[in-house]
């Protein structure tokens, strides 16, 4: 390969500089034009592919907790099948630990329930008497059972 010799005239030279350096900084901003443009393309494709594999693992996912699902029943109707005694004790503990529970966050029990209903029942009792003994004995319409607004 012929080598070209390299002039060093200096007034040749700064320009052939200016002329370098003008196109160095063209060159970056085309490069940036570039990016910009390209970057709406890349990050939008990159919002797809992102997509596409949430949507992949929430497939994948469903289909895990179904067959995990599917296994477990069959599992339970086995064990059921085969030992039903063995069950007694750990549906007290759970349901033990249910109520434990229900009490700390101050949910009643039945119990609870059943009480305060004997409780009112007994009050609507007592002003049912107090109302006929104020009216002299005509029956005042005492309400039985208040209304559930759901």
Do not use: C, Y
Request: avoid cysteine; aromatic fraction near 6%; proline fraction near 3%.
């Amino acid at each position: 390969m012929a080598h070209k010799k390299f002039d060093f005239d200096t007034p040749h030279l700064n320009d052939q500089m200016k002329e370098s350096a003008q196109q160095i900084w063209l060159a970056g901003l085309g490069a940036f034009a570039k990016n910009q443009e390209e970057g709406k393309k890349v990050f939008e494709k990159l919002v797809e592919d992102g997509l596409k594999l949430q949507k992949k693992t929430h497939e994948t996912l469903h289909a895990k907790v179904h067959e995990a699902t599917d296994t477990i029943t069959e599992m339970a109707s086995s064990m059921s099948k085969q030992a039903p005694s063995h069950w007694a004790p750990l549906e007290d503990i759970f349901q033990n630990r249910v109520a434990k529970a229900n009490a700390k966050l101050g949910v009643p029990s039945l119990e609870d329930f059943q009480a305060l209903l004997k409780r009112v029942q007994a009050l609507e009792g007592h002003l049912g008497a107090q109302a006929l003994k104020k009216s002299g004995g005509a029956k005042t319409k005492v309400a039985t059972k208040p209304k559930t607004i759901i």
